[in-house]
């Protein structure tokens, strides 16, 4: 399959299946709690209620791990406001309801109690219930580093999409596909350390090359080794000698070093992406070039639109005037 296909296919496939451009085509994690203050809950075309009870997860979604104070706090706000973004559900063969996209929330809806939850049924064929599955949950950013690889690989296994392709669907750099895609070179020891928290994957990545990648894991956890020591130790550079606290003998090893201005402008553009999201029930992209930017929000239908509108014209007068969206 060539590039421009497999980029027609993304731009087309995901968009006709949910709505919207193909990169904004599954809501982020953040749009989906909380509906904007004052507004009315808007049904989906095609939307229907479902028992929960009739749904079950995509046995293929790679997503394996759903942490618990997260869950919690989703299944807080749908015990009080309910599940505001319907679940994307496909019927199978066997007449069943499989889970495409919000399998975080069906969960988090048995947590809460919910009999019934609103779902949007579509005609997916099992690829494209793969491609929306890895998608929606690497747009959540919100899995662990092996399995967003994982993911990666297997659309390109399975798909033939290009990392070129995977940058553009997912917002990400065609560094940062590459640099994750490399995580899968690691042995399964040193892959299960970076999946439980224990090691960075900036860290894990100067392990790949290594002739003992697992001890080399292993030194940098226990010695706390920041991702710029470990850099330091993989070029086989020596580490700086730790100064001996006051009023003691003994030494102890330098602090780690402070992250990079690039990486707290990364962890910051996060936050106020998430943040912005959960204040306006849209997903938010941020893209820095230099001092400056943009900023982008992704609607998936003109009510949607409205209500960003009506939001931002109360914060600018008193009196709020009706959106003329539908007429322009």
């Known amino acids: 399959m060539s590039e421009d296909k497999g980029r027609q296919r993304l731009g087309r496939g995901l968009a006709s299946l949910i709505g919207g451009s ?11 709690p909380f509906p904007l203050p004052g ?11 479902l028992a929960v009870s009739e749904l079950s997860p995509n046995p293929r979604n790679p997503r394996r791990h759903f942490d618990e104070t997260d869950l919690a706090e989703l299944t807080a706000s749908i015990r009080q406001h309910g599940v505001v973004q319907p679940i994307l559900v496909r019927k199978t063969a066997s007449g069943a309801f ?42 959540r950013a919100d899995l662990d580093p092996i399995e967003e690889a994982m993911g990666y690989q297997m659309l390109i296994d399975e798909h033939e999409y290009t990392q070129s392709d995977l940058a553009d669907i997912l917002g990400k750099s065609r560094s940062h596909v590459a640099n994750t895609l490399r995580l899968l070179k690691l ?23 290594q002739d003992d990648p697992e001890a080399f894991a292993r030194q940098i956890v226990d010695g706390g080794l920041s991702v710029r020591e470990a850099e330091t130790l993989a070029r086989g550079e020596p580490l700086p000698e730790p100064a001996p606290p006051r009023g003691s003998a003994q030494k102890r090893r330098t602090p780690p070093a ?20 959960d204040t306006l029930g849209l997903p938010v992209a941020i893209e ?8 982008r929000l992704d609607f998936r ?28």
């Open 22 to 32: 193909a990169s904004s085509a599954v809501p982020s994690r953040a749009a989906t």
């Open 39 to 49: 507004a009315a809950r808007v049904e989906e075309p095609g939307e229907r209620k």
């Open 98 to 139: 499989e889970i495409v996209a919000g399998e975080r929330r069906w969960r988090a809806a048995q947590e809460a109690g919910l009999k019934q939850v609103p779902v949007v049924v579509r005609e997916i064929s099992d690829r494209e219930s793969l491609e929306i599955a890895i998608i929606e949950n690497v747009q």
């Open 187 to 209: 042995p399964d020891s040193v892959k299960e350390m970076v999946a439980k928290g224990e090691l960075s994957a900036g860290a894990a990545r100067t392990a790949v090359s």
């Open 258 to 277: 402070p992250p990079s201005v690039a990486e707290v402008r990364e962890s910051d553009t996060q936050a106020l992406e998430k943040l912005l999201s």
């Open 288 to 295: 820095l070039r230099g001092e400056g930017g943009s900023l």
């Open 301 to 328: 239908h003109l009510d949607q639109l409205d209500h960003l509108c009506r939001l931002l014209q109360t914060r600018v007068s008193a009196e709020s005037a009706e959106p003329r969206i539908r007429s322009l």
